[in-house]
Structure formats: C-alpha cells, structure tokens
C-alpha cells in the first residue's frame, strides 16, 4: 500500500521566520543568489564589452537567431514561475496532494504544480537545446568567433541553472513521496527551491532581451 504524507496547515511563522527572526534557510538562500547575480552580472559586463568592440560581429549573427521560437520558450519559462509559485501556496497551506480530480486544477497540491513546472522547465532546456543545433548548423559555434563563444557562455551558464533546478524540484518531490507525512521542513525546502527558480527566470528575462531584442 502506497504511503501518502498527511496534510496539516503550517504556520506562516514556521515557514518565513518568527517575526523578530527570519528563516535562516531563507536568509542563506538569498545570500547564495546574490553571489550568483554576480556572476551573471559579470556575464553581461563580458557579453557587452566585447559586443562593443565587435559589432559588425553581432550584426552579422544575429540576424540568424530565431526570435519568435525563443519568445515562446521564455514564456513557457516564465510561466513556470506562476505554477512554481502556486505549488509553494498549496505547501504553505499544507497540501501536498491534490484533493480531487487531475483535471480539477483548483484542488491541485505541491506535488502537481511541482510536476507541472519541472515539465515547463524540462521544455524549456528541450528548446534551448534545439536551438543550439540550428545555430550550429549555420555556423554559429563556440569556437567560431567572440559572438558564439559568447551566446554560448551565457545561454550555457543559465541552462545549467536551470537544469539544477529541475533536479531541486525531483528533490522535494521525492521527499513528500518517501515521507508519512509533510513536515515544516518540507514546505521550507519547497519555498527556497522557488526562490532559486524565479531568479533563474528573472536572470532569463535578462538575458533574452539583451541577446535577442537588443541587436
């Protein structure tokens, strides 16, 4: 017999910090993504300084990216963050599961609005991916010019991120599959995983308008 973790309410104090003491989850978690906008924000200083020494370069190549296809995978990447966000609300409340049909999204819990996001996020990497292997087709590489090398850093960089946190949210959900029931530190492993997935999705945002609008 399958074994569901039971759903109990937990209190807002529990899951952000007393109210004369922040989570220290929360706090270290916020501290590790600002030493990671640093290093995003090193990217961008890179990817413009030498956009500004070669921009015959980027006129050239940017006229083979595909704007409309990577539009529609930032917003599939940015909706993540809505249905990420949504699954933190059902963790807060102390639902880990649904409480009716899967087409019934109302009921929804942590669990389908986690499933939801990681297959967003799992799409969004299955575009990037594609994309990779038209542009190299067209001669766009890494090692073809400052361009490629580049687009590639800084695309690269971000889908790594992504990809760790498709690997957070497997994390959580393996949690409330294993355990008798939800605990506070469950819920609170949900909250920083979202915080770690809407950076990713705000450094994106960034990102795609500087590479593909900005030309």
Same mark, same amino acid.
């Not at 070669?54 to 940017?62: H, K, Q, V």
């Not at 809505?82 to 599961?97: I, P, Y």
């Not at 499933?115 to 001669?139: D, K, N, P, S």
């Given at each position: 017999m399958t074994r569901v973790a039971t759903t109990t309410a937990i209190p807002a104090s529990r899951l952000h910090g007393h109210s004369d003491?922040?989570?220290?989850? &929360?706090?270290?978690?916020?501290?590790?993504? &600002?030493?990671?906008?640093?290093? %995003?924000?090193a990217l961008f200083a890179a990817y413009f300084t030498i956009r500004s020494v &070669?921009?015959?370069?980027?006129?050239?190549? $940017?006229?083979?990216?595909?704007?409309? %296809?990577?539009?529609?995978?930032?917003?599939?990447?940015?909706l993540s963050?809505?249905?990420?966000?949504?699954?933190?609300?059902?963790?807060?409340?102390?639902?880990?599961?649904?409480?009716?049909s899967v087409f019934a999204v109302r009921g929804w819990g942590l669990r389908e609005w986690f499933?939801?996001?990681?297959?967003?996020?799992?799409? %969004?990497?299955?575009?990037?991916? $594609?994309?990779? $292997?038209?542009?190299?087709?067209?001669?766009?590489?890494?090692?073809d010019s400052a361009y490629g090398t580049m687009f590639y850093l800084t695309t690269g960089f971000h889908a790594l991120h992504v990809s760790g946190g498709l690997v957070a949210f497997l994390f959580v959900l393996g949690r409330t599959l294993v355990a008798r029931k939800f605990t506070h530190e469950q819920a609170v492993s949900a909250i920083v995983v979202s915080y770690y997935w809407h950076f990713v999705d705000v450094v994106w945002i960034g990102l795609f308008a500087t590479i593909y609008l900005v030309q």
């Open positions: 003491r922040p989570s220290m989850v &929360s706090v270290g978690t916020i501290i590790w993504l &600002s030493s990671e906008l640093m290093f %995003f924000a &070669s921009p015959e370069l980027w006129a050239i190549n $940017t006229e083979k990216l595909n704007v409309p %296809f990577a539009s529609v995978n930032t917003t599939i990447l940015v963050s809505l249905t990420c966000q949504l699954g933190v609300f059902a963790a807060e409340r102390g639902q880990v599961g649904r409480t009716g499933v939801l996001t990681y297959c967003m996020g799992a799409v %969004f990497i299955a575009g990037q991916a $594609t994309e990779y $292997t038209e542009l190299i087709r067209e001669g766009v590489t890494i090692q």
